[in-house]
């Protein structure tokens, strides 16, 4: 199993600024993933982070908004920039086991933009 | 479009009472998961099924998958209050480097005590 430190936990922000979200692996992995939670909503995947290349970014999100890390097989940082009250959210990470099947998530970030 | 949709979307039960929630996708896959989420925090895996599987246990728990229909169900039996949550079907598709699971929209489930 993997255990993932997430954070901030929550935050609320203001409209325009940017909010960069950590999330630290206990284990080296190959994959991060970054999922979107919109209010009452099912996830939906932002991007793939690998390390030493560019972010896979899914249909509808794009560099620019969501610049994505990867400095080591530990650690990746997702940033939500330029925040309107649509970004508000619950932001999560998430890795695969050895095994690239299960999947386990951070705790979440849950972001109010006002 | 979402690959997975659960139905119900939320259901209500009492204590002691079995829980079954469906979920239906469109494409192959190579396997079939449920995840569970309280109060919007992380989700933690519950179950998986392989697409050559058809029924699998794990504790309360029981999975199906029928490839024919596209569908799956969860049944949590002899529920418990802990029991509630949203709960999640994600599916993996077919093709060795397909590592991204889609999630359904998920059914909220209400134990009460």
């Known amino acids: 199993s993997a255990v993932i430190s997430q954070k901030p936990s929550r935050d609320i922000c203001q409209r325009g600024t940017s909010l960069t979200i950590q999330c630290q692996v206990d284990?080296?992995?190959?994959?991060m993933f970054w999922y979107r939670q919109q209010p009452g909503q099912s996830l939906t995947l932002i991007a793939t982070?690998?390390?030493?290349?560019?972010?896979?970014?899914e249909s509808g999100f794009v560099i620019d908004k969501f610049p994505i890390s990867r400095p080591n097989l530990t650690f990746s940082t997702l940033t939500v920039s330029n925040m309107s009250p649509e970004d508000s959210s619950i932001y999560l990470c998430?890795?695969?086991?050895?095994?690239?099947?299960?999947?386990?998530f951070g705790q979440g970030t849950r972001l109010t933009v006002v | 479009s979402q690959q997975g949709e659960e139905d119900p979307q939320a259901l209500s039960i009492q204590e002691g009472e079995n829980a079954t929630m469906n979920c239906s996708y469109k494409?192959?896959?190579?396997?079939l998961q449920w995840y569970r989420q309280n109060s919007g925090r992380g989700l933690v895996h519950l179950i998986l099924?392989?697409?050559?599987?058809r029924e699998k246990h794990s504790g309360r728990l029981r999975v199906t998958l029928d490839t024919s229909k596209k569908s799956s169900s969860l049944l949590i039996t002899a529920s418990r209050a802990a029991d509630t949550a949203s709960y999640f079907c994600?599916?993996?598709?077919?093709?060795?480097?397909?590592?991204?699971?889609?999630f359904g929209k998920g059914t909220l489930l209400t134990v009460n005590p």
């Open positions: 998430s890795v695969l086991d050895t095994k690239n099947t299960e999947a386990f």
């Open positions: 284990s080296q992995v190959t994959m």
């Open positions: 982070a690998n390390q030493g290349s560019e972010a896979t970014y």
């Open positions: 494409t192959s896959i190579n396997n």
């Open positions: 099924i392989r697409s050559n599987e």
């Open positions: 994600a599916t993996r598709g077919s093709g060795g480097s397909n590592y991204k699971l889609t």
